[in-house]
């Protein structure tokens, strides 16, 4: 039966990698590779250090796929992201069916934790559930972006015995969720903090966590708001490519 193992490999810093991750490592026949453009190449070239450091089988080899891009123009959301699923479970189903064989253990490395905001594990789901190649599947956790960003920030996530919500910057558009007083907000293209009240919510914000580059800016929001703006529009125009994270805290009630 083939296996394919799901690998949380952090957010960027090679030491977040788990011991249980290094062992999974040394039992993979073939790494995939799963391609997001140029901007993302750096991305690549630490999946590619992580497995020259760890994989001790010494015949393990690679196979390429190339994610499909999704239509980020269209008004009708939903409809693009079924469409752009069904185009990656294609994709994945090729891959599975002519680059691992039989009896083999392939891998997919997962930026952060594979349970948070990723698609691979959707996508395994969906090739399995149709039916055409046959195989089994593990996840091995990951140090998530966001539990990298609070220990930088050195803060806890939840204040003590309160819930704390995961959301993006596309769900904070639409307004601070009413129920809970701590948010951590992920994939923000459009500086969505810059909508809730400046000077009741405190922000952590920090990019590229983990790594060399790591950005981090903590404060009032109406008192950070534009030197986050500045500094992540500078980053990004330097690396071609940026990844930030933030928890809002509500000061009051
Ligand atoms: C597709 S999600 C993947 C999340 C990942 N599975 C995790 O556990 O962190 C990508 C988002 O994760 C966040 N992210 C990932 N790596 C990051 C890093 N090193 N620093 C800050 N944010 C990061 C950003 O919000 C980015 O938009």
């Known amino acids: 039966m083939r296996r394919i193992l799901v690998i949380g490999i952090g957010a960027g810093n090679p030491e977040h990698?788990?011991?249980?991750?290094?062992?999974?490592?040394?039992?993979?026949?073939?790494?995939?590779?799963?391609?997001?453009?140029?901007?993302?190449?750096?991305?690549?070239?630490?999946?590619?250090?992580?497995?020259?450091?760890?994989?001790?089988?010494?015949?393990?080899?690679?196979?390429?796929?190339?994610?499909?891009?999704?239509?980020?123009?269209?008004?009708?959301?939903?409809?693009?992201?079924?469409?752009?699923?069904?185009?990656?479970?294609?994709?994945?189903?090729?891959?599975?069916?002519?680059?691992?064989?039989?009896?083999?253990?392939?891998?997919?490395?997962?930026?952060?934790?594979p349970t948070l905001y990723d698609g691979t594990i959707d996508v395994l789901r969906a090739v399995l559930a149709r039916g055409h190649v046959a195989f089994d599947y593990e996840v091995i956790p990951g140090i998530s972006s966001v539990s990298a960003l609070a220990a930088s920030h050195r803060v806890p996530l939840n204040r003590v015995g309160r819930g704390v919500q995961i959301t993006t910057g596309r769900l904070l558009s639409e307004g601070f969720p009413e129920d809970v007083d701590d948010v951590v907000v992920m994939l923000d293209g459009r500086l969505a903090f810059r909508q809730v009240d400046q000077d009741d919510v405190e922000i952590f914000w920090g990019a590229y966590v983990g790594t060399p580059d790591e950005l981090l800016v903590s404060g009032a929001v109406g008192a950070v708001a534009d030197e986050i703006e500045r500094r992540r529009a500078e980053a990004r125009e330097r690396k071609g490519w940026i990844m930030d994270t933030y928890l809002l805290r509500r000061r009051t009630r």
């Not at 630490?46 to 994610?67: C, F, M």
């Not at 185009?87 to 997962?110: W, Y």
């Open 17 to 113: 990698l788990t011991l249980q991750a290094v062992t999974a490592l040394a039992q993979v026949d073939v790494f995939f590779v799963i391609d997001k453009g140029d901007a993302k190449a750096d991305l690549v070239r630490l999946r590619r250090e992580i497995v020259e450091r760890h994989a001790t089988r010494k015949s393990y080899r690679w196979a390429e796929v190339e994610d499909p891009v999704r239509d980020r123009t269209t008004p009708a959301y939903s409809a693009a992201v079924a469409e752009w699923r069904s185009r990656r479970t294609d994709a994945f189903e090729r891959l599975l069916a002519d680059d691992l064989g039989e009896d083999e253990c392939g891998a997919i490395l997962v930026w952060g934790d």
